[in-house]
Protein backbone atom coordinates (compact mmCIF):
# COMPACT_ATOMS: atom_id res chain seq x y z
CA UNK A 1 0.00 0.00 0.00
CA UNK A 2 1.46 3.23 -0.86
CA UNK A 3 0.18 6.46 0.57
CA UNK A 4 -2.22 7.41 -1.97
CA UNK A 5 -3.69 4.20 -1.89
CA UNK A 6 -4.09 5.27 1.60
CA UNK A 7 -6.04 8.21 0.88
CA UNK A 8 -8.13 6.48 -1.13
CA UNK A 9 -9.23 3.97 1.07
CA UNK A 10 -11.57 3.73 4.23
CA UNK A 11 -9.36 5.35 7.06
CA UNK A 12 -9.62 6.52 10.82
CA UNK A 13 -7.10 9.57 10.69
CA UNK A 14 -9.89 10.92 12.59
CA UNK A 15 -10.96 9.77 15.63
CA UNK A 16 -14.57 10.68 15.19
CA UNK A 17 -16.92 12.64 13.31
CA UNK A 18 -16.74 15.64 15.91
CA UNK A 19 -13.05 15.05 15.25
CA UNK A 20 -12.74 15.31 11.45
CA UNK A 21 -16.05 18.07 11.86
CA UNK A 22 -14.12 20.45 14.19
CA UNK A 23 -10.47 19.73 12.15
CA UNK A 24 -12.24 21.26 9.08
CA UNK A 25 -13.96 23.74 10.73
CA UNK A 26 -10.22 25.30 12.14
CA UNK A 27 -8.70 24.66 8.71
CA UNK A 28 -11.41 26.47 6.82
CA UNK A 29 -11.43 29.60 9.83
CA UNK A 30 -7.76 29.45 9.38
CA UNK A 31 -7.72 29.41 5.04
CA UNK A 32 -10.74 32.13 5.24
CA UNK A 33 -8.20 34.51 7.30
CA UNK A 34 -5.98 34.47 4.29
CA UNK A 35 -8.20 35.53 1.57
CA UNK A 36 -7.23 38.33 -0.26
CA UNK A 37 -10.00 39.74 -1.75
CA UNK A 38 -13.95 38.41 -1.69
CA UNK A 39 -13.22 37.97 -5.89
CA UNK A 40 -10.33 35.83 -4.60
CA UNK A 41 -9.62 32.64 -6.81
CA UNK A 42 -8.56 30.08 -4.70
CA UNK A 43 -6.98 26.31 -5.05
CA UNK A 44 -7.03 24.54 -1.87
CA UNK A 45 -4.38 21.51 -2.82
CA UNK A 46 -4.38 18.60 -1.34
CA UNK A 47 -7.79 19.30 0.29
CA UNK A 48 -9.00 16.18 1.53
CA UNK A 49 -12.39 16.31 2.58
CA UNK A 50 -12.69 19.34 2.82
CA UNK A 51 -15.72 19.24 4.89
CA UNK A 52 -16.52 23.17 5.51
CA UNK A 53 -15.78 23.90 1.96
CA UNK A 54 -18.71 26.29 1.70
CA UNK A 55 -17.92 28.71 3.95
CA UNK A 56 -14.49 28.73 2.25
CA UNK A 57 -16.31 29.14 -1.05
CA UNK A 58 -18.58 31.90 0.73
CA UNK A 59 -15.71 34.16 1.42
CA UNK A 60 -13.90 34.04 -1.96
CA UNK A 61 -14.75 34.20 -5.72
CA UNK A 62 -14.06 30.78 -6.89
CA UNK A 63 -12.55 27.79 -5.03
CA UNK A 64 -10.74 25.06 -6.63
CA UNK A 65 -10.41 21.61 -4.44
CA UNK A 66 -7.38 19.69 -5.70
CA UNK A 67 -7.41 16.15 -4.51
CA UNK A 68 -5.12 13.16 -6.41
CA UNK A 69 -7.24 10.47 -4.47
CA UNK A 70 -10.72 9.78 -6.97
CA UNK A 71 -13.14 8.62 -4.51
CA UNK A 72 -12.21 11.70 -2.31
CA UNK A 73 -13.12 13.46 -5.64
CA UNK A 74 -16.28 11.72 -6.00
CA UNK A 75 -17.50 12.73 -2.15
CA UNK A 76 -16.60 16.40 -2.60
CA UNK A 77 -18.36 15.94 -6.02
CA UNK A 78 -21.68 14.81 -4.19
CA UNK A 79 -21.23 17.39 -1.04
CA UNK A 80 -20.43 20.50 -3.23
CA UNK A 81 -21.19 19.83 -6.96
CA UNK A 82 -24.28 22.12 -6.50
CA UNK A 83 -22.14 24.88 -5.01
CA UNK A 84 -21.62 27.59 -8.28
CA UNK A 85 -18.16 28.45 -7.20
CA UNK A 86 -16.48 25.74 -6.17
CA UNK A 87 -14.88 23.16 -8.98
CA UNK A 88 -13.24 19.73 -7.80
CA UNK A 89 -9.88 19.07 -10.08
CA UNK A 90 -7.29 16.53 -9.87
CA UNK A 91 -3.71 17.50 -10.17
CA UNK A 92 -3.20 16.83 -14.03
CA UNK A 93 -6.08 19.87 -13.86
CA UNK A 94 -4.49 21.67 -11.83
CA UNK A 95 -1.28 21.38 -14.46
CA UNK A 96 -3.72 22.42 -17.27
CA UNK A 97 -5.25 25.61 -15.31
CA UNK A 98 -3.94 28.65 -17.00
CA UNK A 99 -0.98 30.72 -16.05
CA UNK A 100 -1.49 33.55 -13.19
CA UNK A 101 -4.72 32.64 -12.75
CA UNK A 102 -4.97 32.12 -8.92
CA UNK A 103 -4.85 34.61 -5.77
CA UNK A 104 -4.46 32.02 -3.35
CA UNK A 105 -2.97 28.56 -3.30
CA UNK A 106 -3.25 26.70 -0.02
CA UNK A 107 -2.00 23.26 0.66
CA UNK A 108 -2.62 22.20 4.49
CA UNK A 109 -1.05 18.71 5.60
CA UNK A 110 0.37 17.59 2.40
CA UNK A 111 4.16 18.53 1.99
CA UNK A 112 4.66 15.63 4.11
CA UNK A 113 3.27 12.75 1.63
CA UNK A 114 5.33 14.65 -1.11
CA UNK A 115 8.53 13.27 -2.05
CA UNK A 116 11.25 16.59 -1.86
CA UNK A 117 11.13 16.08 -6.11
CA UNK A 118 7.57 16.12 -6.02
CA UNK A 119 7.27 18.85 -3.84
CA UNK A 120 9.81 21.02 -6.19
CA UNK A 121 7.34 20.36 -9.31
CA UNK A 122 4.57 21.46 -7.12
CA UNK A 123 6.28 24.54 -5.95
CA UNK A 124 7.02 25.67 -9.73
CA UNK A 125 3.18 25.11 -10.74
CA UNK A 126 1.94 26.93 -8.23
CA UNK A 127 4.51 29.50 -8.76
CA UNK A 128 3.02 29.47 -12.82
CA UNK A 129 -0.67 29.39 -11.48
CA UNK A 130 -0.53 32.11 -8.96
CA UNK A 131 -0.98 35.78 -10.44
CA UNK A 132 2.17 38.36 -9.50
CA UNK A 133 1.23 39.41 -6.05
CA UNK A 134 -0.50 35.87 -5.21
CA UNK A 135 0.29 34.23 -2.22
CA UNK A 136 1.58 30.49 -1.45
CA UNK A 137 0.43 29.04 1.58
CA UNK A 138 2.36 25.61 3.18
CA UNK A 139 0.69 24.80 6.12
CA UNK A 140 1.22 22.04 8.86
CA UNK A 141 4.56 21.49 7.27
CA UNK A 142 6.56 18.85 9.75
CA UNK A 143 10.32 19.57 10.82
CA UNK A 144 12.57 17.11 11.33
CA UNK A 145 12.41 16.77 15.30
CA UNK A 146 8.84 16.75 16.09
CA UNK A 147 8.09 12.71 17.29
CA UNK A 148 4.72 11.31 16.49
CA UNK A 149 4.25 11.16 20.32
CA UNK A 150 4.57 15.27 19.97
CA UNK A 151 1.67 14.61 17.52
CA UNK A 152 -0.11 12.14 19.89
CA UNK A 153 -0.20 14.71 22.55
CA UNK A 154 -1.33 17.77 20.60
CA UNK A 155 -3.89 15.75 19.22
CA UNK A 156 -5.36 14.82 23.02
CA UNK A 157 -4.95 18.48 23.48
CA UNK A 158 -7.29 19.26 20.44
CA UNK A 159 -10.08 16.56 22.03
CA UNK A 160 -9.88 17.54 25.23
CA UNK A 161 -10.96 21.13 24.21
CA UNK A 162 -13.13 19.48 21.62
CA UNK A 163 -15.11 17.34 23.65
CA UNK A 164 -13.99 14.44 22.12
CA UNK A 165 -11.12 12.98 24.90
CA UNK A 166 -12.27 9.42 24.76
CA UNK A 167 -12.75 8.74 21.66
CA UNK A 168 -8.74 10.44 20.89
CA UNK A 169 -7.89 7.87 23.18
CA UNK A 170 -9.32 5.10 21.58
CA UNK A 171 -8.24 6.02 18.00
CA UNK A 172 -4.32 6.28 19.18
CA UNK A 173 -4.69 2.88 20.45
CA UNK A 174 -6.38 2.34 16.57
CA UNK A 175 -3.49 4.31 15.10
CA UNK A 176 -0.98 2.01 17.12
CA UNK A 177 -2.12 -0.81 14.81
CA UNK A 178 -3.22 0.94 11.51
CA UNK A 179 -2.19 1.30 7.99
CA UNK A 180 -0.79 4.61 8.91
CA UNK A 181 1.67 4.02 11.10
CA UNK A 182 3.11 1.25 9.18
CA UNK A 183 3.32 3.76 6.07
CA UNK A 184 4.69 6.11 8.24
CA UNK A 185 7.11 3.73 9.36
CA UNK A 186 7.88 2.04 5.64
CA UNK A 187 7.78 5.27 3.70
CA UNK A 188 8.08 8.06 6.30
CA UNK A 189 7.10 11.56 6.21
CA UNK A 190 8.88 14.27 4.46
CA UNK A 191 10.17 16.76 6.80
CA UNK A 192 11.99 19.66 6.58
CA UNK A 193 13.51 22.43 9.16
CA UNK A 194 12.44 26.31 8.65
CA UNK A 195 15.86 26.80 6.39
CA UNK A 196 15.20 24.21 3.89
CA UNK A 197 12.14 24.46 3.31
CA UNK A 198 12.06 28.96 2.70
CA UNK A 199 15.19 27.76 0.16
CA UNK A 200 12.53 25.53 -1.77
CA UNK A 201 10.35 28.21 -1.09
CA UNK A 202 12.60 30.96 -3.08
CA UNK A 203 14.43 28.47 -5.23
CA UNK A 204 10.94 28.11 -7.02
CA UNK A 205 10.60 32.03 -7.53
CA UNK A 206 8.78 33.10 -5.03
CA UNK A 207 9.77 36.22 -2.05
CA UNK A 208 11.05 35.09 1.02
CA UNK A 209 8.09 33.22 3.10
CA UNK A 210 6.86 34.61 6.10
CA UNK A 211 5.91 32.04 9.45
CA UNK A 212 1.96 32.86 10.20
CA UNK A 213 0.53 30.84 13.08
CA UNK A 214 0.51 27.34 11.87
CA UNK A 215 -3.09 25.98 10.47
CA UNK A 216 -5.26 23.53 13.03
CA UNK A 217 -4.36 22.56 15.98
CA UNK A 218 -0.79 21.85 16.30
CA UNK A 219 1.61 24.51 16.68
CA UNK A 220 5.27 21.81 16.78
CA UNK A 221 4.56 22.17 12.96
CA UNK A 222 5.33 25.18 10.23
CA UNK A 223 3.20 27.61 7.63
CA UNK A 224 4.69 29.46 5.17
CA UNK A 225 3.00 32.28 3.58
CA UNK A 226 5.11 33.44 0.43
CA UNK A 227 4.30 35.67 -2.64
CA UNK A 228 5.03 36.06 -6.32
CA UNK A 229 7.04 38.85 -7.15
CA UNK A 230 5.01 41.65 -9.21
C1 LIG B 1 -3.39 14.72 5.38
S1 LIG B 1 -4.56 14.89 4.09
C2 LIG B 1 -4.87 16.63 4.27
C3 LIG B 1 -6.25 17.02 3.85
C4 LIG B 1 -6.61 18.49 4.12
N1 LIG B 1 -5.75 19.41 3.41
C5 LIG B 1 -6.57 18.76 5.60
O1 LIG B 1 -5.83 19.63 6.01
O2 LIG B 1 -7.27 18.10 6.36
C6 LIG B 1 -3.58 14.86 2.60
C7 LIG B 1 -4.45 14.82 1.34
O3 LIG B 1 -3.63 15.16 0.23
C8 LIG B 1 -3.99 14.33 -0.85
N2 LIG B 1 -2.83 14.28 -1.77
C9 LIG B 1 -1.67 13.60 -1.62
N3 LIG B 1 -0.83 13.88 -2.63
C10 LIG B 1 -1.47 14.75 -3.44
C11 LIG B 1 -1.13 15.44 -4.65
N4 LIG B 1 0.06 15.26 -5.23
N5 LIG B 1 -2.03 16.28 -5.19
C12 LIG B 1 -3.24 16.46 -4.61
N6 LIG B 1 -3.63 15.84 -3.49
C13 LIG B 1 -2.75 15.01 -2.89
C14 LIG B 1 -4.35 12.99 -0.22
O4 LIG B 1 -5.16 12.21 -1.08
C15 LIG B 1 -5.05 13.45 1.07
O5 LIG B 1 -6.43 13.60 0.88
Excluded at 31 to 50: K, M, R, T
Excluded at 60 to 77: M, T
Aim: proline residues 7%.
Amino acid sequence: MSWRDFWNGEHSIYVSPRHKLLHYRAIASDLIDHIPAPDAAVLDHGCGEALDAARVAAACGRLQLCEAAPNVREKLRAQFGRIGNIAVVSPEEVEALPEASLDLVVANSLVQYLSPDELKALLRTWHGKLKPGGALIAADVIPPDVSPLTDASQLLVFAWRGGFLTAALAGLVRTAFSDYRKLRAQYGLSTYTPEEMSALIREAGFAEPQRPKNFGHNPHRMTFKAFKPT
